[in-house]
Nanobody, 126 residues
Framework: QLQLVQSGGGLVQAGGSLRLSCEAS????????IAWFRQAPGKEREFVAG????????YYVDSVKGRFTISRDDAKNTAYLQMNSLKPEDTAVYYC???????????????????WGQGTQVTVSS
């Protein structure tokens, strides 16, 4: 069983930066790929970024490429999402997630993920 606890987020002006953290319990954290999703009001949850087991591969949705960076520290059982040059359209609740069926392949559909963090609000003001 995995539990994911998120921290970070908050209110920032456009152009600012935030870092989200996702700490996992359980010894198998390093075995899986990790992803970040977001959900804005009235919209479906969308894939934002993912990183494979061991961190060798990362993948981003086009709208955040060059601005967001996903990383992981397996010694700390923690994944991060560094968000720079934030835009008002980045406003959403952000979730980290793990799929037990995903290690070296990063899956993008949310239904592929069976462990989720509690979500954290990111609000970007214009």
């Amino acid at each position: 069983q995995l539990q994911l606890v998120q921290s970070g987020g908050g209110l920032v002006q456009a152009g600012g930066s935030l870092r989200l953290s996702c700490e996992a319990s359980g010894r198998t954290f390093s075995s899986y790929a990790i992803a970040w999703f977001r959900q804005a009001p009235g919209k479906e949850r969308e894939f934002v970024a993912g990183i494979s087991r061991s961190g060798g591969t990362s993948y981003y949705v086009d709208s955040v490429k060059g601005r967001f960076t996903i990383s992981r520290d397996d010694a700390k059982n923690t994944a991060y999402l560094q968000m720079n040059s934030l835009k008002p359209e980045d406003t959403a609740v952000y979730y980290c997630a793990i799929s037990q069926m995903s290690s070296f392949i990063i899956k993008t559909p949310s239904y592929e993920y069976n462990y989720w963090g509690q979500g954290t609000q990111v609000t970007v003001s214009s």
